[in-house]
């Protein structure tokens, strides 16, 4: 069980299409899929998740691909 609270980014719109962040937990980084909050989560090391802000915000991902199907 999660205490701490989940965030999601002030870029999300309101129809719950956003992925929601619980930090401040002493062994890990929480992401979940605000769709489904009680579905699965995914948890990182502190470590991990500083990596991947990093990368984010440095720019080491680009947009996703396109689906061919539409």
């Known amino acids: 069980m999660i205490t701490s609270e989940y965030r999601k980014s002030t870029y999300s719109n309101a129809h719950e299409e956003c992925v929601e962040v619980a930090i401040g937990l002493r062994d890990a980084v929480v992401i979940r899929d605000s769709k489904t909050p009680t579905g699965p989560t995914l948890h ?27």
């Open 44 to 70: 990182l090391s502190p470590a991990a998740w500083a990596d991947f802000r990093r990368a984010v915000v440095g720019g080491g991902f680009g947009p996703a691909p396109r689906s061919d199907n539409r």
